[in-house]
């Protein structure tokens, strides 16, 4: 595999209040219109995200911004319920006349750093508004997951729906540092109501590692794809195939991108977002500073 990078495409210029800073976890839900508009998480002066957007022109030559939104598409919630501290973009998922976007809700701990939840947004038109299903998230902590929940992928895959989204399995004495993160999945019959069954599908019996983060699925045909993040805090991509979505077998040597010394990404490569634009297959992703320096984006060459 191997990716060709079209350059960096879009960082915030501090001039929007909920936007000040970090354009992280890039989603790109292709339109009618042929223009791809990109999801991204801003934050505000207080350091909490915000669901944005912008619509690009993109061919293998690369992305061009045509649009920003003057406005998040989600904001945190009200004081005390599950993403009073952030609402970061997580995947968007199209389903007849109305669009899915699912976000990771963050509440600030005491005596761990965060505690994270999974919240659901709904638009009903093209261009209309997205609007929480619930104050309460629709996966949150459980005998399943104890600890914490990151950032979810949802697919379509037949009648049924599948996520696959990070479980903390533990944290360390300091916090942050000691922490375990593997990838866990769900199936629901709506998109709403999800059954976890607890078991870690990919982790660090596969890949050594035990952090891993923001796993992005594709099905080829039969194939299951994903990329991921791997290696924090100095994050990279990560890749791995699977025939049924719950054995992958880590490929690493098969991603196809790395960092760029002296550039955007010369420290990370991170929160990979893999779709297809008029025949052809790009990578959204983030550099240094999980998405301080903005998102850039790649155009597949080689498979």
Known sequence: MRWRKLGRVFAPDGSAPWMRTHAANPVAEPRADGAV??????????????????????????????????????????????????????????????????????????????????????????????????????????????????????VRDGGRWRMWYGSCLGWGPAGKDGMRYGVKHAESADGVTWRPDGAVVFGEAETGDPILARPWVVKDGPLYRVWYCRGWPA?????????????????????????TPGDWDAEMVCYPNVFDHRGRRYLLYNGDGYGRTGFGLAVLEQD
Do not use: M, Q
């Not at 963050?106 to 261009?127: M, Q």
């Not at 990279?236 to 098969?254: F, K, N, Q, T």
């Open 235 to 259: 994050y990279r991509i990560g890749y791995a195939e699977s025939a049924d979505g719950r054995v992958w077998v880590p490929l690493d040597h098969r991603t196809g991108i790395d960092v």
């Open 37 to 154: 508009r990109v999801y991204f998480s801003g934050r505000d002066v207080d350091n909490r995200s915000h669901v944005g957007w912008v619509d690009l022109d993109i061919d293998p030559a690369g992305g061009r911004v045509a649009r920003v939104t003057d406005r998040p598409a989600v904001e945190p919630g009200p004081l005390g319920v599950f993403d009073d501290s952030g609402a970061t973009v997580a995947c968007v998922v199209p389903d007849g006349d109305r669009t899915l976007l699912y976000y990771l809700g963050w509440n600030l701990g005491v005596t761990v750093p965060w505690r994270n939840s999974i919240g659901l947004a709904v638009r009903h038109s093209p261009d209309g508004p997205f609007e929480k299903v619930s104050p309460a998230p629709v996966l949150d902590r459980s005998a399943a997951d104890p600890f914490t929940l990151s950032y979810p992928c949802v």
